[in-house]
């Protein structure tokens, strides 16, 4: 994952970067034509709300209202299905073609 992820910073047209108080990144979003394409909340942020707080901030000023999501994350697929999405389709393979089950999700509130 680690090797794609510069690459999908740059193709996103807003990326939202969420820091600590001490102005240390803890979390950050990319956002490309109403698709959530990442977000993501250093492990010892999580549950904290920031995650929500920015997803809630992609949809009203961005018109967030789909993602996915890899289905062996049920912590990530639960948390978005929380806020309002449910989940349109799933392929067996993710968007590099390797075999881990991607869900696709819509917001519908």
Not at 20 to 29: G, L, Q, R, S
Not at 31 to 45: G, Q, R
């Amino acid at each position: 994952m680690k090797e794609y992820v510069p690459e999908a910073l740059s193709n996103v047209a807003h990326l939202i970067i969420d820091t600590d108080k001490n102005k240390v990144p803890v979390a950050f979003m990319g956002i490309e034509n109403n698709k959530l394409e990442m977000l993501f909340v250093a492990s010892e942020y999580r549950g904290q709300g920031i995650g929500k707080k920015m997803l809630l901030h992609g949809i009203a000023k961005y018109g967030v209202n789909e993602l996915a999501v890899n289905e062996d994350n049920p912590e990530a697929s639960g948390f978005y299905e929380h806020i309002g999405f449910k989940v349109y389709q799933r392929n067996e393979l993710d968007d590099q073609g390797k075999p881990y089950p991607v869900l696709y999700m819509r917001y519908e509130l």
